[in-house]
C-alpha cells in the first residue's frame, strides 16, 4: 500500500506569484508543512536450496554378502548435506542516514509525494507502485513413507529363532520373488494375466515386495529438499561477508556457528563514477539547487558467493549505498512546472521525468 502525503498548504493558483519546493535534511518526525523522506540502502536477499539425504541401514546389513553377495552396503545411520542451488534478489531498506525533507517554501502548489511503508521515496507529483514484496519460501519437503519390509513376511520368518536364520530365510523369499517375476513377465506363470493393465500390477507388486526385502540387507536412503533465506546489506562496494556456513554432516548454518565452513558473498565494483567536478561555478549552481528533490545515482555491483573456492552464484546489481546522491532542480516542481519524477524504489534512481 503506497503512503500518499499531499502538502495542503497551496493557495490558488490564481493568488500564486513564484511558487516553490523546498528540500532539506531533516531529523525524523512528521512536519506541518512538508514530508520527509528517505532514500534506500539496497539490501541482498540469499535463498539456498539444499538436499538432506538419510541413510538408514539394514537390520540384517551383517548378512548382506554371505547371502545376496552385497559388498557395499549401509552399516550405520548417516545424513549427507549438499547445496542444490543459491539465488540472490535485491530488495530496499529505507537509509536512515540520509532522511530529507520535502517542505513548502512561500505560495507553492501541492505536490503529491508518494512514500513507501517504510518510508522511501517512490514519486513526485504522481503516483508509483512500491517493489514487489519478497516471494515466501518453498515449503521443505517431508521425507515419504517407507515401505515396511516387515509387512511381506511370512510366520515362519518373523518366528525365527536368530537374527542369522531370518536372514537365510529373507535371501530365500527374494530368490523366489524374483522367480516368480521372471515367470510372469515371460508368461509362462498358470495365473499369469491376459490384461495388459493387470500384468503391469502384477509385476509391480513383485518388484515392491522384493525391494523391500532386499532393503533389510542394503538399507535405503531417502532425501528431501530444505530451502534458507540469509539477508545482508553490503556495507562495501568491493569486499566479502560470510553470508552463511555449510557442514556436509550438519547442513546450512547461521553465520556464526563454527560447525560448518564459511560461505562468503562477495562485491565487487564493475561501474566507476565520474569524479565530481568542482569550480566556481558548479558550486553556484549546487547552492541554487539544494532546495530540490535528493535521490540516488547507484553503482553498479558484481556479486558473487563462494563457498571453498567453487562459485555458488555470480550476478549483477545496482545499489544505492555504493553511489553518489544527486538533485532535481526545485524549478522543475514549482508552479509553472509541475513535473512529474518516479524513482527506483530499490536503487533510488530516477525512472522517469516527464510533464
Given at each position: 500500500?503506497?503512503?500518499k502525503?499531499?502538502?495542503?498548504?497551496?493557495?490558488?493558483?490564481?493568488?500564486?506569484?513564484?511558487?516553490?519546493?523546498?528540500?532539506?535534511?531533516y531529523t525524523?518526525?512528521?512536519?506541518?508543512?512538508g514530508?520527509?523522506?528517505y532514500l534506500?540502502?539496497?539490501?541482498?536477499?540469499v535463498v539456498?536450496e539444499?538436499?538432506?539425504?538419510?541413510?538408514?541401514?539394514?537390520?540384517?546389513?551383517?548378512?548382506a554378502y554371505?547371502?545376496?553377495?552385497?559388498?557395499?552396503?549401509?552399516?550405520?545411520?548417516?545424513?549427507q548435506w549438499?547445496?542444490k542451488?543459491?539465488?540472490v534478489?535485491?530488495?530496499?531498506?529505507?537509509?536512515?542516514q540520509?532522511?530529507y525533507?520535502?517542505?513548502?517554501?512561500?505560495?507553492?502548489?501541492?505536490p503529491?509525494?508518494?512514500?513507501?511503508?517504510?518510508?522511501?521515496l517512490?514519486?513526485?507529483?504522481?503516483?508509483?507502485?512500491?517493489?514487489?514484496?519478497?516471494?515466501?519460501?518453498?515449503?521443505?519437503?517431508?521425507?515419504?513413507?517407507?515401505?515396511?519390509p516387515?509387512?511381506?513376511?511370512?510366520k515362519?520368518?518373523?518366528s525365527a529363532g536368530?537374527?542369522?536364520?531370518?536372514?537365510?530365510?529373507?535371501?530365500?523369499q527374494?530368490?523366489?520373488l524374483?522367480?516368480?517375476?521372471?515367470?510372469?513377465a515371460?508368461?509362462?506363470?498358470?495365473?499369469?494375466?491376459?490384461d495388459g493393465?493387470?500384468?503391469?500390477?502384477?509385476?509391480?507388486e513383485?518388484?515392491?515386495?522384493?525391494?523391500?526385502?532386499?532393503?533389510?540387507f542394503?538399507?535405503?536412503?531417502?532425501t528431501?529438499?530444505?530451502?534458507?533465506?540469509?539477508?545482508?546489506?553490503?556495507?562495501?562496494?568491493?569486499?566479502s561477508?560470510i553470508i552463511?556456513?555449510?557442514?556436509?554432516?550438519?547442513?546450512?548454518?547461521?553465520?556464526?556457528?563454527?560447525?560448518?565452513?564459511?560461505?562468503?558473498?562477495?562485491?565487487?565494483?564493475?561501474?566507476q563514477?565520474p569524479a565530481?567536478?568542482?569550480?566556481?561555478?558548479?558550486d553556484?549552481?549546487?547552492?541554487?539547487?539544494?532546495?530540490?528533490?535528493y535521490?540516488?545515482?547507484?553503482?553498479?555491483?558484481?556479486?558473487?558467493?563462494t563457498?571453498q573456492?567453487t562459485?555458488?552464484y555470480s550476478?549483477?546489481f545496482?545499489m544505492?549505498?555504493?553511489?553518489?546522491?544527486?538533485?532535481?532542480?526545485?524549478l522543475?516542481f514549482?508552479?509553472?512546472n509541475t513535473?512529474k519524477?518516479?524513482?527506483?524504489?530499490?536503487t533510488?534512481?530516477v525512472r522517469k521525468?516527464?510533464?
Amino acid at each position: 500500500m503506497i503512503h500518499k502525503a499531499i502538502l495542503t498548504l497551496a493557495l490558488a493558483a490564481s493568488t500564486v506569484a513564484m511558487a516553490q519546493t523546498e528540500s532539506s535534511t531533516y531529523t525524523p518526525g512528521v512536519t506541518l508543512d512538508g514530508v520527509n523522506y528517505y532514500l534506500p540502502r539496497t539490501a541482498l536477499r540469499v535463498v539456498v536450496e539444499a538436499e538432506r539425504t538419510n541413510t538408514y541401514p539394514g537390520e540384517l546389513h551383517p548378512y548382506a554378502y554371505r547371502y545376496l553377495m552385497l559388498t557395499d552396503v549401509a552399516t550405520q545411520a548417516s545424513t549427507q548435506w549438499t547445496i542444490k542451488r543459491v539465488s540472490v534478489e535485491p530488495y530496499s531498506v529505507a537509509d536512515t542516514q540520509r532522511i530529507y525533507n520535502v517542505r513548502l517554501k512561500g505560495r507553492t502548489s501541492a505536490p503529491l509525494v508518494s512514500l513507501s511503508r517504510d518510508g522511501i521515496l517512490l514519486s513526485v507529483n504522481t503516483e508509483a507502485a512500491e517493489a514487489a514484496p519478497l516471494q515466501a519460501l518453498p515449503a521443505s519437503t517431508q521425507e515419504p513413507r517407507h515401505d515396511s519390509p516387515r509387512r511381506y513376511l511370512d510366520k515362519e520368518i518373523l518366528s525365527a529363532g536368530s537374527t542369522a536364520k531370518m536372514a537365510q530365510l529373507v535371501a530365500t523369499q527374494i530368490e523366489d520373488l524374483r522367480d516368480a517375476r521372471r515367470t510372469v513377465a515371460k508368461g509362462e506363470a498358470e495365473n499369469t494375466p491376459k490384461d495388459g493393465e493387470q500384468l503391469r500390477l502384477m509385476l509391480n507388486e513383485l518388484e515392491r515386495e522384493t525391494t523391500a526385502l532386499e532393503e533389510m540387507f542394503t538399507g535405503y536412503t531417502a532425501t528431501t529438499t530444505h530451502y534458507f533465506e540469509f539477508r545482508h546489506i553490503p556495507t562495501q562496494a568491493s569486499g566479502s561477508d560470510i553470508i552463511f556456513r555449510f557442514s556436509p554432516t550438519y547442513g546450512v548454518l547461521p553465520a556464526d556457528d563454527l560447525s560448518g565452513d564459511p560461505v562468503y558473498l562477495q562485491c565487487q565494483n564493475i561501474d566507476q563514477l565520474p569524479a565530481r567536478q568542482t569550480n566556481e561555478d558548479t558550486d553556484k549552481k549546487k547552492a541554487k539547487m539544494e532546495q530540490g528533490i535528493y535521490y540516488c545515482v547507484p553503482l553498479r555491483e558484481g556479486v558473487a558467493i563462494t563457498h571453498q573456492g567453487t562459485t555458488l552464484y555470480s550476478g549483477e546489481f545496482s545499489m544505492a549505498q555504493f553511489g553518489n546522491v544527486e538533485i532535481l532542480s526545485n524549478l522543475l516542481f514549482d508552479k509553472k512546472n509541475t513535473f512529474k519524477a518516479t524513482f527506483d524504489p530499490i536503487t533510488g534512481a530516477v525512472r522517469k521525468i516527464s510533464e
